[in-house]
């Protein structure tokens, strides 16, 4: 499945910002969606993903609370509502998607469970 993310841009402390993310070229129902994130000189980390049905959520305890992620099958589209921004949450957000069946059940934290990703998109909060 090919993804491409969109949505970044630059925000100020406290705002909101909408992301989402398009997939293409296969059955998207298929796949569960994950949402990374990685900042200058950091390693990439999990934010959220939301099971291919959309009937179960898990997200970060950083941005619990303040995050959502949502899916339309319909439209092949997930998104990343986020609210109440901090200048902590700069970083490159990144989309990944998985249809594998596997063997543990937290494997959505980890970025090499995933076999798709998307090219990324910037968000930038300012304080």
């Known amino acids: 499945v090919q993804l491409q993310a969109f949505g970044g841009g630059l925000v100020q402390a406290g705002g909101s910002l909408s992301l989402s993310c398009a997939a293409s070229?296969?059955?998207?129902?298929?796949?569960?969606m994950g949402w990374f994130r990685q900042a200058p000189g950091k390693e990439r980390e999990f934010v959220a993903a939301?099971?291919?049905?959309?009937?179960?959520?898990y997200y970060a305890d950083s941005v619990k609370g303040r995050f959502t992620i949502s899916r339309d099958n319909a439209k092949g589209t997930v998104y990343l509502q986020m609210n109440r921004l901090k200048p902590e949450d700069t970083a490159v957000y990144y989309c990944?998607?998985?249809?594998?069946?596997?063997?543990?059940?937290?494997?959505?934290?980890?970025?090499?469970?995933?076999?798709?990703w998307g090219q990324g998109t910037l968000v930038t909060v300012s304080s």
């Open positions: 070229g296969r059955t998207f129902s298929n796949y569960a």
């Open positions: 939301i099971r291919a049905s959309g009937d179960r959520t």
């Open positions: 990944a998607a998985e249809a594998g069946i596997k063997s543990f059940s937290t494997w959505y934290l980890r970025p090499n469970e995933y076999n798709s």
